[in-house]
C-alpha cells in the first residue's frame, strides 16, 4: 500500500538538493551533442501547487525554495541560473517569496534541460499520482509509465542512446527499499557500467541511509561522489535533518561544480547548514 505523497514535502531543502544536483549532472552531459536517455525511477505528480492543503501542512516549502529566492543575489553557478529561470517561467516573471505558489518536480526539470533528439521516461507506481504526472503537459514530463521504476529501469536497458543518466528518487517507506534501490544500482551497472546514477536517500537519526551507502560505494567498481545537504540539527530521534544523493559514474570536476553550488547557499544560511562531499573509488 502506497502512502507517501510528495505534495507534503515539494520545494523542500532535500528537493533542492536533489535537483541542484541533478541539473548540475545534466549540464554537464549536455556538453556533449551524444544523445542521453534520461530515466526518473519515482517519478511523483510533476508539479505541485504550495498552496494547497498538502504543501500548507508542513509548509516544508518555506526553509527550501523560499529560502533560495531569498537568497538569489548570492547563488550564481549556472545550475541556480537554469533553477532560477525555469522558476520564473513557471511564475511568468521574476519570482519572489510572496509571488512562489508551484513548485517542479523531476520530470519538470530533466524536462526543462533535454533536447529533442534525448529520450526521457519517467514511472510512478500510486495510482493518484500517476493520473496527475499523466495529465500534464508530455513536455513537462517525458514517456510517462505506470508501474514499479525499479525493475522497469533495469528492464529497459542497455538504452539505444550512447549515453544515460538515471535518478532513483524512492520515498523509503518500506526497509526493504534500501535493499532493493542497491540491488537495482548494481543490476543497472551491469547492463549499462557507464550509466550515470543519482541515488537519493534521506539523514534520519537511525541512520538507515548506512547499509545502502556501504553498498554502493564499497561493492561496485565504479567511482562514487556521495553529496550530503544537513538542514538542521539532529537532535530528535525522529524526522529528517538532510539528504545525501550518490552520484555514481559522476562526471569529470562534479565535485568542484557541487562545491560552487551548495557552499555559497550554505554559508548564506549559516549553522547548522552544512554540504559535504566524499569520492569513493576514484583514480585520483
Ligand atoms: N522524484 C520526485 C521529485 O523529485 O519531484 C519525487 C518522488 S517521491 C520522493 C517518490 C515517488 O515514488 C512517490 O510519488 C511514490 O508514489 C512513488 N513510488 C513509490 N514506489 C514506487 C515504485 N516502486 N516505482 C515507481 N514509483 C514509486
Redesign the pocket.
Known sequence: M?S???GYH?GNPA?IH??LTLIAVSQYLLRKEAAIHFF??????GLYSLHDDQAQKRQEYVTGVSETITHRKVLTAAAWQHYFAELDRLHKGCVSSASLAQYP???HWMSSLRRHHDRHTV????PG?HKALASLNKDHTGFVVH????S?VVRMLPPKTPRLLI?I???Y?LPQEYTDVATTVQDILKKSRHAVILVWYPLLPADKHLALCERLTKNIAAPVLQSEWVHKERISDWGMYGSGVLIVNPPWQLEQQLADIFQPFAKALGKPTEHRLKQFNSAN
Open positions: 502506497l507517501y505523497q510528495h515539494a528537493d536533489k535537483h526518473d525511477t519515482h517519478a511523483g505528480k518536480g523531476s520530470p514511472f510512478e507506481l500510486h499520482e508501474g514499479d521504476g525499479l522497469g535518478l528518487d524512492p520515498a517507506e
